[in-house]
């Protein structure tokens, strides 16, 4: 784990995408989801660091500094995650939409998963 100056310890994840990535297309080729899997989805989530989680995104919801995700909100219990991506031999930041997505799915997910059981359970 790296320290990044002034703002206690930092997250970073280094995104490689693969080249069969998922796309917009190809999204609902993956078939149902089985009540394992859905249970091994919501299980990753409660392991998550707590939420919420909030993007600031550098130009757009603040001025000076780095993009980053405040996780737990401003307390600072939890470290801030950095995302970068790596574009060559350098790292750069995330998109601003990829900050967004990662911070919103938080609590998406949760959401999400909460909807396929009630919709499960009418259906049943």
């Given at each position: 784990?790296?320290v990044?100056?002034?703002?206690g310890?930092?997250?970073?994840w ?9 796309t917009e297309?190809n999204?609902a080729?993956?078939?149902p989801?089985?009540?394992d899997e859905?249970?091994?989805i919501?299980?990753?989530c ?5 939420p919420p989680?909030?993007?600031?995104i550098e ?8 993009t980053?995700?405040?996780i737990?909100?401003?307390d600072d ?8 991506r790596?574009i ?6 995330a ?8 911070a919103h ?7 999400l998963?909460?909807?396929?059981r ?7």
């Open positions: 784990m790296n990044h100056p002034g703002a310890t930092m997250v970073s280094i995104c490689r995408l693969p080249a069969d990535r998922a297309d999204m080729d993956y078939g989801i089985e009540a859905l249970d091994a919501e299980a990753r409660r392991a998550a660091s707590t989680w909030e993007p600031f130009g757009r919801d603040h001025d000076s500094g780095d980053f995700i405040r737990g909100g401003l219990s939890e470290a801030d995650m950095y995302v970068s790596a060559g031999q350098r790292l750069v930041p998109s601003a939409a990829d900050h967004d997505f990662i799915a938080r609590t998406d997910i949760p959401r998963i909460a909807e396929i009630r919709l499960r359970s009418e259906l049943a």
